[in-house]
């Protein structure tokens, strides 16, 4: 995984500014998986401010043009990838697709909605990367249509080993414009949390199910 360490406070700065991150080490989350997390994240806040909205775009555009250089289509991961690789795409003047969760139950039962080509060469956007294996099914469907997969950008990720082990062995590089060592850095500085907050955080980021179970009743 690559990332620009002054780029990555920048796009914090944004996700703690819209509170589309939100820390909560003693009252966590729940996430669908079941794991208590002290931090959740909703990219999509994002869309509701242009200025932030615009500025995510940007930095996703430069790290496109530094890291592929140039790509066929851009294509987004169902459903938080596709309004960021839309404005990609629109950027940069190409053709955009997206991949879903699961195919259709009707109509024509697509998995990727939009024209991909067998020999197209894609860059792939997702808003936020987990343990990596939705968006990695995503890859799986594009490489099965024929298209060339040239990486994977997102805006955040949890940096879990799981998932830079499923992207290595993908062979699919990875590119994110923020991460968490980036977020809880800034967030103590700026007196988000308190240092007893980020020995929890950081806890939790190195086993998440064990962290949970302080929790349970």
């Known amino acids: 995984m690559k990332i620009n360490h002054e780029s990555a406070r920048l796009i914090a700065q944004y996700l703690l500014q819209v509170k589309a991150i939100k820390l909560s080490p003693k009252k966590p989350f729940t996430w669908a998986s079941g794991w208590k997390s002290p931090i959740y994240c909703d990219n999509r806040v994002t869309l509701s401010y242009p200025k932030i909205r615009t500025g995510i775009r940007q930095e996703f555009v430069k790290s496109f043009t530094e890291m592929f250089g140039s790509a066929d289509i851009i294509v987004g991961v169902a459903t938080g990838g596709v309004p960021q690789g839309t404005l990609v795409a629109q950027d940069l003047g190409l053709p955009f697709a997206y ?119």
């Open 99 to 217: 991949v879903r969760a699961a195919e259709k139950k009707h109509g024509l039962g697509n998995l990727i909605e939009g024209v991909v080509e067998p020999g197209q060469s894609a860059v792939v956007i997702e808003d936020l990367i987990s343990t990596g294996g939705s968006s990695l099914k995503a890859v799986e469907a594009l490489r099965e249509a024929g298209v060339v997969v040239k990486g994977m950008m997102a805006i955040f990720t949890y940096g879990f080993q799981v998932a830079d082990v499923a992207f290595k062995e993908a062979k699919v590089p990875l590119i994110t414009l923020s991460d968490y060592e980036s977020l809880v850095t800034l967030a103590a500085e700026e007196n988000y949390i308190t240092q007893n907050d980020i020995e929890s955080l950081n806890s939790w980021r190195v086993n998440p199910a064990e962290w949970g179970k302080q929790f349970e009743v």
